[in-house]
T-cell receptor
């Protein structure tokens, strides 16, 4: 089954404790992206990657890091989480060969930073 | 960045009626607009895509229109059912955006029996 998976699905942590949210897709998609979703603000892009070892900032990259060492994986790293990073996070992937950028989203990771 | 605006007020309609959701964009027309459905706490799911040079697209009970004069897309669900209750997101894609999608904040639809 074609899918995007994220882990963990729920995470409660404390300020300053480094964490990683994993994202993996099995569709051989070149493009992968991270979003955060907050009430009243909608989906905002954090980082994206157009291929292995190619990453770029989205609209709200501050406080986040990403890496793309393999095509299928695109982890999101919070080196020193803060309470304002409490949010619902989505990973998405898309094929760049189909002529459109329809995105397939993961199930989401609900992060709470105390 | 180019804006996408959706009606923030929830839309409540009766089962069997047609639901119409609006998406307005600013400045130049996007290469295409996409519509997604999102259920609470879950990831958005792609529904339909319409290109700048298309006026209308259909898929089963769904219809999307693209009016470049009004800078607007309308999303219709005919014969609506309670299971259609969800938040619907509009997203624009620009050919120079590097595959980044710019999402609207979504409109919540509630279909009552």
């Amino acid at each position: 089954e074609a899918q995007v998976t994220q882990n963990p699905r729920y995470l409660i942590t404390v300020t300053g404790k480094k964490l990683t949210v994993t994202c993996s897709q099995n569709m051989n998609h070149e493009y992968m992206s991270w979003y955060r979703q907050d009430p009243g603000l909608g989906l905002r892009q954090i980082y994206y990657s157009m291929n292995v070892e190619v990453t770029d900032k989205g609209d709200v990259p501050e406080g986040y890091k990403v890496s793309r060492k393999e095509k299928r994986n695109f982890p999101l790293i919070l080196e020193s989480p803060s309470p304002n990073q409490t949010s619902l996070y989505f990973c998405a992937s898309s094929s760049m060969s189909g002529g459109t950028d329809t995105q397939y989203f993961g199930p989401g990771t609900r992060l709470t930073v105390l | 960045s180019q804006k996408i605006e959706q009606n923030s007020e929830a839309l409540n309609i009766q089962e069997g009626k047609t639901a119409t959701l609006t998406c307005n964009y600013t400045n130049y027309s996007p290469a295409y607009l996409q519509w997604y459905r999102q259920d609470p706490g879950r990831g958005p799911v792609f529904l339909l895509l319409i290109r700048e040079n298309e006026k209308e697209k259909r898929k089963e009970r769904l219809k999307v229109t693209f009016d470049t004069t009004l800078k607007q897309s309308l999303f219709h669900i005919t014969a609506s059912q309670p299971a259609d209750s969800a938040t619907y997101l509009c997203a624009r894609s620009d050919s120079n955006s590097g595959y980044a999608l710019n999402f609207g904040k979504g409109t919540s639809l509630l279909v009552t029996p």
